[in-house]
């Protein structure tokens, strides 16, 4: 019973579920397409090319074996269709690849929490209490960091800034693919 476990292991994995008609979940060799983008502007008259609906989440499963419970988080970063959307005369590859850098950037805090979980001592007895407090500041971060992102390049229109940011976030995109291959 987990009353008389004495250890905790973790294991947090990102195992990549198939899209569904209105899910896109996030593969670094699946970029965002036109084609995703099935839902209408909410304000036609809006100032903004476009919109991109990311979030991420995570289900957690254990079991004990002994003292030991072994628990094994799934990461899901992932991009609904039907709530994101571009105008049409919008459509080209540099407001796409805007729209692409939020979807990296979800997938970066996503990544973020995992290695937070990581490196934490997770208490047998709370948990769930932790991993849940890391994942709403995480979450948090995820809002702080897509608001900074369109601040700073005025939603795209800054080109220097949209370049300084494209070039970070490849980095850092480069950076975790290389270490989740080691």
Same mark, same amino acid.
């Given at each position: 019973?987990? #009353? ?12 990549? =579920? ?54 094994? &988080? ?11 959307? =571009?105008?049409?005369?919008?459509? %080209? ?11 990296? &950037? ?9 290695? #937070? ?18 994942? &709403? ?33 490849? =980095?850092?995109?480069?950076? &975790? %693919? ?5």
């Amino acid at each position: 019973t987990p #009353k008389l476990a004495k250890n905790l292991v973790l294991r947090v994995v990102e195992i990549p =579920a198939k899209d569904t008609q209105d899910t896109v979940f996030y593969r670094s060799n699946r970029k965002l397409l036109w084609e995703d983008f099935r839902g209408s502007a909410s304000n036609p008259t809006s100032r903004f090319a476009a919109a991109v609906y990311t979030s991420w989440g995570y289900e957690g499963s254990s079991i004990i074996n002994g003292q030991t419970i072994e628990l094994t &988080i799934n990461l899901r970063v992932f991009m609904v269709k039907s709530m994101s959307w =571009a105008k049409p005369t919008s459509q %080209n590859d540099y407001t796409l690849r805007h729209e692409q850098l939020h979807f990296d &950037i979800t997938r970066l805090v996503a990544h973020g929490f995992r290695e #937070k979980l990581e490196s934490m001592e997770l208490s047998v007895d709370d948990y769930d209490s932790q991993i849940q407090y890391e994942f &709403i500041e995480n979450f948090r971060s995820m809002n702080q960091m897509q608001k900074k992102y369109d601040g700073e390049t005025e939603h795209g229109l800054r080109t220097n800034e949209q370049a300084r940011w494209d070039g970070y976030i490849t =980095a850092e995109m480069e950076r &975790i %693919n290389r270490k989740s291959m080691d």
